[in-house]
């Protein structure tokens, strides 16, 4: 059974950090490309940042500068640190693995706001 538990979403206030983690199980993890997409209201879902099985990286233009996606092959985890946060940051975030098959977490909320 594959699972993709996202954690770390909260209430922050502009200009703050957050680092939401992804914990996996069920998959070959290092096999797996791993990304963050977000999704806010009434807006279509959007990749935030990928991590390649490579280490390789990218990043949506709107967080370069900001965000860092990182991953711990040997604890099947995934990280997303987000610093500097913006009102227009708010969404759910959600963890994908993407190999043979494509696999998702439940989200977790962030909101940025004074």
């Known amino acids: 059974q594959v699972q993709l538990v996202e954690s770390g979403g909260g209430l922050v206030q502009p200009g703050g950090s957050l680092r939401l983690s992804c914990a996996t199980s069920?998959?070959?993890?290092?096999?797996?490309?791993m990304a963050w997409y977000r999704q806010a209201p009434g807006k279509q879902r959007e990749l935030v940042a990928r991590?390649?099985?490579?280490?390789?990286?990218n990043y949506a233009e709107s967080v370069k500068g900001r965000f860092t996606i990182s991953r711990d092959n040997a604890a099947n985890m995934m990280y997303l640190q987000m610093n500097s946060l913006k009102p227009e940051d708010t969404a759910v975030y959600y963890c994908?693995?993407?190999?043979?098959?494509?696999?998702w977490g439940q989200g977790t909320q962030v909101t940025v706001s004074s």
């Open positions: 991590i390649r099985s490579t280490g390789s990286t």
């Open positions: 994908n693995a993407l190999h043979s098959n494509e696999y």
């Open positions: 069920g998959i070959i993890f290092n096999m797996y490309h």
